[in-house]
Structure formats: structure tokens, C-alpha cells
């Protein structure tokens, strides 16, 4: 098979998979979130900070597989 | 070692990020202090987002420290805010600074040396190294293995604040142009069909765009407070002296 296009697939198997994992993760996050402030609004902003930050946490793991994406694509 | 110290895109779009903060920020300021009651529209808005970045980010990690630093991390989100948003003006020749990873790397590296430097001289070199490379509470025996891998999680953090900002921006950018190339060709095919209603959905790829423009503006502004906010929370670690 010819390298380049096992690049090309190697690069959109990371991005997918990894999309894959940050949707499962961030889905939880803000589903837990809304639940969470659903039960209990008094406590909106404590869980707001908590949420952005679990958010930039998994959506950076994400983003170290779209870089090793764009590294095999754009070798 | 050859260093190149050519004036690139970048950084031309680099020092227009920052003299718009600064004019945003001095103009919004003066105009607040002109009158108790703060009043214009433009006023308000400075005003809105200078408290938003006091309560949500300042206050909230450092506490009873918050006030000489309120003016570091409002630049910080400023400044990112503004970069973030240059890239999605329509002109041809911007692009937004933060999508270059120099960029990015620079201001974690500030934010890491700042928060170290404070670290060091607030907290004493012995409870600096205690807290920082130490893992207080754990049994003797893990404390050699937390020498080693307590730098690491300490070098990771910078890394992942350049790493996130950098490949947000780049990505929404590209997602952007792939789908906005894609919605002009497609609409425009779509205009010249026969079918009368295939005319009519010409619209939708249009429509499409502006609400994923929308979407990305929004990402703009979230990254800019994550970065404030991550930078916040790492130097609020080297306040406490508890933990």
C-alpha cells in the first residue's frame, strides 16, 4: 500500500477516534453540569468554573490527536 | 545560531492585537472614570468584561491576592480575545496571531515563568520545591518516584495551554475555510440548477456558514477565558501557602 495514503488513513482514524472520546467526555461534562445546576441553581457558578475547566482538560487531549492528525496528513 | 527576526504576518497582526487591546482598554477606562455611573453603550461593555475576568477568573482562584493581579490576566484575555477575533474578519491578509504556535508557546512560557518566579519568592525556595516537586501526604517511598515525574507534570502545563489555544484557533480556521469554500461552490451550483426549490436551498449552504462563523466567534471568546483562566489557576498554586 502506498505510504502516503496509509498517512492520509492513520490521520483520519487519530482525529476520529479521538473526536470520538472528547464527544463521549464532554457530553458527560456538560450533561452532569446542567444536572448538577438543575438540582441545585444556588450552586451555578461554582459548577460553571468546574465545567470550563473539565471542558479545556478533555478537549485538550482531543487536540494532541488533531496535531498528530495534521502531522501525518501534511508530512 | 541563525535567528530569523523578519516582521511576518504574525507578528504585524501580534502588535495589532495588542495596540487594539490597549486602545479598547484605555478609551473603555476613561470613559468609565469620567462619572460615578458608568453610561454609553461602549463604556458598559468594557466595563461588563473587565468585572467578568475580576469575579469569574481573578477572584475566584487568587482569592485575597486578586487585586495587583487583575490587570495581568485582563490583558491576558484581552489580548487573546482580540487576537482570536482578528482571524475572523473578512480581510484577505489577516490571520489570527494565536494560530501560530510561536505565538502561543510565548505567552505560555510568560505565564510559566511568572507563576514560578511568584512561586519562588512568595513561598521560600525550600516550600516551593516541597510543593512543586514533592508529593506531601504520600509515603516516603513514592517521594524519589515524585522528583521524577512532578517536573513533567509541571512542564505539561505550559505545553498544554500553548498546544490548546494554538490548535483551537487553527482548526476553527480551517474548518471554516473548508466549509465555507465547499458552501460558495455548492451554492453556487445549486443557483444555477432548473429546479426552482434546488434555487431556493442556495440560501441554506450561506445560512450555514454565518451559524458556524457564529459558533467559531463564540470558541474565540471561551478560549481566550480558558487561557485566563488555566493561567489563574497555575499561579494560584504558587500563592497558597496551604493546600
Given amino acids: 500500500m502506498d505510504p502516503k495514503a496509509l498517512a492520509w488513513l492513520g490521520g483520519g482514524l487519530a482525529i476520529g477516534i479521538a473526536a470520538l472520546g472528547g464527544a463521549i467526555g464532554i457530553g458527560n461534562i456538560f450533561g452532569r453540569a446542567i ?33 498528530v492528525a495534521f502531522l501525518l496528513v501534511f508530512r | ?15 495589532l492585537a495588542a495596540a ?24 458598559i461593555l468594557v466595563e461588563t468584561m473587565v468585572d467578568f475576568v475580576r469575579t ?18 485582563a490583558s491576558i484575555f484581552f489580548f ?34 511568572v507563576a514560578q518566579a511568584v512561586g519562588l519568592v512568595k513561598l521560600g525556595p525550600l516550600a516551593y520545591f516541597k510543593k512543586k516537586f514533592l508529593l506531601p501526604g504520600a509515603p516516603w517511598w513514592i517521594q ?11 512542564l505539561a502545563e505550559p505545553f498544554s495551554l500553548a498546544v490548546r489555544l494554538f490548535a483551537n484557533i487553527l482548526a476553527s480556521h480551517m474548518v471554516l475555510v473548508t466549509f465555507a469554500t465547499a458552501q460558495v461552490v455548492g451554492g453556487i451550483w445549486l443557483l444555477h440548477h ?7 436551498a442556495s440560501t441554506l449552504p450561506f445560512a450555514l456558514s454565518v451559524v458556524l462563523l457564529m459558533f467559531f466567534i463564540f470558541m474565540a471568546l471561551i478560549q481566550a477565558f480558558i487561557f485566563a483562566l488555566l493561567s489563574a489557576l497555575y499561579l494560584s498554586e504558587s500563592l497558597e501557602e496551604h493546600h
Fill in chain 2, 80 to 113: 487573546i480575545l482580540f487576537a482570536n477575533l482578528l482571524g475572523k474578519l473578512p480581510i484577505p491578509t489577516f490571520e489570527s496571531p494565536t494560530s501560530n504556535i510561536n505565538v502561543t508557546g510565548a505567552m505560555a512560557i510568560m505565564v510559566f515563568i
Fill in chain 2, 56 to 73: 469569574n477568573i481573578v477572584e475566584e482562584f487568587l482569592g485575597e491576592h486578586a487585586k495587583p493581579w487583575l490587570g495581568f490576566f
Fill in chain 2, 194 to 200: 432548473p429546479n426552482i426549490f434546488a434555487r431556493a
Fill in chain 1, 35 to 67: 444536572e448538577s445546576a438543575a438540582r441545585q441553581p444556588e450552586a451555578l457558578p461554582l459548577v460553571q468554573r468546574l465545567m470550563f475547566i473539565g471542558f479545556a482538560l478533555v478537549e485538550a487531549q482531543v487536540l494532541y490527536a488533531l496535531l
Fill in chain 2, 20 to 43: 487594539l487591546t490597549l486602545l479598547v482598554l484605555v478609551v473603555g477606562t476613561r470613559l468609565i472614570a469620567r462619572s460615578v455611573v458608568t453610561t454609553g453603550r461602549f463604556a
Fill in chain 2, 144 to 154: 524519589p518516584l515524585a522528583i521524577i515525574i512532578m517536573p513533567l507534570v509541571l
Fill in chain 2, 1 to 15: 545560531m541563525h535567528v530569523d527576526l523578519n516582521i511576518t504576518q504574525a507578528v504585524k497582526m501580534v502588535w
